[in-house]
């Protein structure tokens, strides 16, 4: 289990752009449910918005629609079957949770469930759902992230279709001499980025 | 230079969604531009559509906006300090492809340009300006893809901030059972997938 502590908000966008499954916990009626997803961007640093594509079949969808809340848990290598079994299942016959043998930790600004196992979590809310009728996309604003802080340059795994997960290699450092702007919210002032 | 053949649209999704940094090349009056972008998601997958933040303090922000069109090149690890000085760089001032030594190819269905060095290139066009205004998030249709099939496991790069970038590492398997519905474009059943 991974011992979290509070990360700053200004900070998410490193957890997410580089396109990490996450398992996106919902709270509903007392029932918890865990939906593996590949489907998401950083949409701005801070507030940190993150744009999500979540399937209109997925148990998942209605309750994000009705409760405007979730988690998104990061999971590392380790949880990689995990994440496949719960993609495997449904939310309306299974209790994943229990099933999968998950830890639930009551999240701080949200109904739903951080997972103790994944490394890090991020509470959201949905702040923009003007496009959820036409592309199931959803804009969420993450309103507390937690992360474990022992763990540096944490294996996340990257769904490539069929079956398929790149795990996360090495690190390169490219120093940038727009490095002074990191705080710049403007993302055309941030190589490389749009 | 790679040697590229068709790809199928169907497959582009395994080419995106795992976040690896990408190109955007945009052409405007004769113009050609670079421009590094790391906030994108697939949102559909046949055709496949991608949504993307680009700033609007970006040069290529008014052309994707005026020209309608756009090339995603996906460059290699070998690739990074480019990407990183097109990152620091801005088309108004610099001919990115001279500056940097890239080599521009026609594509088949767009104004822009593929680059060569890149393994993989989607000729798009701007499908859903909706939220253009308020989030600079474009929806963009990938109307013809290219890849380069000599190329086994790309080691794709992974923006991180910080000037850090991840490279794509080993691959992991893990069997599904929903793997015959490869070809459902309902990402709710396809594991690990919205």
Redesign the interface.
């Known amino acids: 289990m991974m011992k979290k502590t509070s990360f700053p908000l200004s ?1 998410v ?2 957890l997410l ?5 996450v398992l ?1 916990t919902t709270a509903r009626a007392g029932r918890a449910n865990i ?10 640093f801070e507030p940190p ?1 993150v ?8 148990y998942s ?1 209605e309750t994000l629609k009705t409760t405007k809340e979730c988690v998104l848990n990061i999971p590392t ?1 380790e949880l ?2 995990t ?2 079994d ?3 299942t449904s939310g309306r016959r299974t209790d994943k949770f229990k099933t999968f043998e998950l830890t639930p930790v009551a999240a701080k600004s949200v109904k739903a469930s951080l997972i103790a196992e994944c490394y890090a979590s991020l509470e959201c809310k949905v702040r ?1 759902g ?2 959820v009728a ?4 959803f ?1 969420l604003e993450v309103v507390q992230a937690w992360i474990d802080p022992t763990l540096k340059r944490p ?1 996340t ?23 002074s702007l ?1 705080r710049n919210k ?9």
């Open positions: 900070e966008y490193r752009e580089s396109g990490p499954v996106v939906m593996p997803m590949s489907w998401h961007l950083m949409m701005e918005l744009g999500c594509v979540i399937s209109d079949r997925n969808f290598v990689a079957k994440v496949v719960c993609g495997n923009d003007k496009l036409k592309y199931n996309f804009i294996p795994i990257h769904h490539q279709g069929e079956g398929e997960f790149m795990v996360a290699g090495r690190i390169l450092h490219l120093p940038s001499k727009m490095t990191a403007n993302p055309a002032r941030r190589p490389p980025r749009p």
